[in-house]
């Protein structure tokens, strides 16, 4: 089982200082089981963010956020997400990671993630989160580079990378491409002028 845990709402809440319009994504598999992402956890996020001034136009738990088949299927089973500008997912980096590839809207960890793997569109993808146990995957447009680039590099490219192509794996696109390539949809390449350490990513 994927292990999670619940930043505390202070957290949450800065993350979210410049959104409003947010749709609130659980997860009905480990988040559930930890109570940090199923329905009750949702509803009693819903609660909070609406009395901390903040706009919610929906929410919803699929059965698993990492297996989530497409973001036309959370359409369907709750069309008010159509109306979100930034989402809230209340499951492991390996879950915000799989919605943030399906859509442009911005999406925020609730959550920290000390373990996982996922399924997206069929096709198996590991390696979507380091597990670092402090979430900072929104700041990469929901791309986890320490997890995903094979030399964890928390900056930018390597000096390998050639026309968008990994290094190491050619027959992969370079993390940072997508990263920047995602950030620039989302209007907001601004997050790549921060410079990380690696004390700041595993704290």
Known sequence: MIISSAKPFEEIIELLKDEDDIFIIGCGACAAKLHVGGEPEVLNMYRLLEEAGKHVVGWYVPSAACSVASFSSLMEKNPSIKEARSTLIMACGSGVSIIARMSDIPAYP???????????????????????????????????????????????????????????HPEKDCVWELIYKKLQKMDRLDLLEKIWTIEEIEP
């Open 110 to 168: 609730s959550n920290n993630t000390k373990s996982l793997g996922g399924l997206s569109q069929g096709e198996v993808v590991s390696e979507l989160c380091a597990m670092c146990g402090d979430c900072k995957v929104y700041y990469f447009g929901g791309i986890c580079p320490k997890g995903q680039c094979p030399k964890q590099l928390l900056n930018g490219p390597c000096g390998g990378s050639i026309e968008g192509e990994c290094e190491v």
